[in-house]
């Protein structure tokens, strides 16, 4: 069984802890993450996050309490496709090759004070809830897009699902949009691993999602 990886201890405390390095790379996470969920092997396998075994991926804990909307943010995922002028292009570039050596496609934060105190389970669905997020692009006909070098497409992806609750109630899960009856079907199932909650929210949710 994988051990899970916990943030440094000096990064938790009330309302982040006092440091001068609040945000830290996690190369363990990052191996734990592919070992999990990604490798071929994994012990959670999850095919849906095939694509990313071709992805470069950062990952960092945070100590900086971050909300939106008078919600917490637990997690984020992100792209570095920075848009801005070439001097903070340059900072942001000199400070994420700083951390991992090279430039990721999807950078990944989580709030070091939340990680150390939820469950295994609510850890898990965070996480996987993130590594969602990072997508790859699909051609109008649903099919995966790669680059000419044959490489993947990667892109933030949004939720498969986005349905009002009224016109389910009205109408039933077959008139509503995306894929909204798959997910009804989906919960009304026991669930593959456990059951989980996440209390905090996800950053990268009600973001504008724009290609990568």
């Not at 734990?32 to 071929?40: P, Q, V, Y």
């Not at 997910?183 to 290609?211: D, F, K, Q």
Request: aromatic share 8%.
């Amino acid at each position: 069984m994988l051990i899970r990886p916990r943030p440094p201890e000096d990064l938790i405390g009330a309302e982040g802890a006092v440091t001068e390095t609040p945000v830290r790379p996690a190369p363990d996470l990052l191996d734990w993450m592919r070992a999990t969920f990604i490798d071929e092997d994994a012990l959670l396998l999850n095919e849906d996050h095939a694509h990313l075994r071709e992805a470069r991926l950062g990952v960092l804990w945070c100590a900086v309490p971050n909300a939106r909307q008078g919600n917490a943010v637990v997690g984020m995922c992100e792209t570095t496709a920075f848009m801005g002028n070439r001097w903070a292009k340059a900072r942001f570039e000199q400070q994420v090759t700083g951390w991992f050596g090279t430039m990721p496609h999807f950078l990944l934060t989580f709030d070091a004070e939340y990680a150390a105190q939820c469950d295994d389970a609510t850890f898990c669905s965070l996480v996987e809830h993130e590594l969602y997020h990072a997508g790859q692009e699909r051609d109008p006909y649903g099919a995966p897009k790669f680059r000419k070098d044959g490489s993947p497409a990667f892109t933030i992806r949004g939720h498969d699902v986005e349905e009002f609750v009224g016109v389910v109630a009205r109408y039933g899960t077959g008139a509503a949009a995306g894929q909204t009856a798959a997910l009804v079907a989906a919960a009304n199932r026991a669930p593959i691993i456990c059951e989980a909650e996440i209390a905090g929210a996800c950053g990268t949710c009600g973001r504008s999602l724009t290609g990568a």
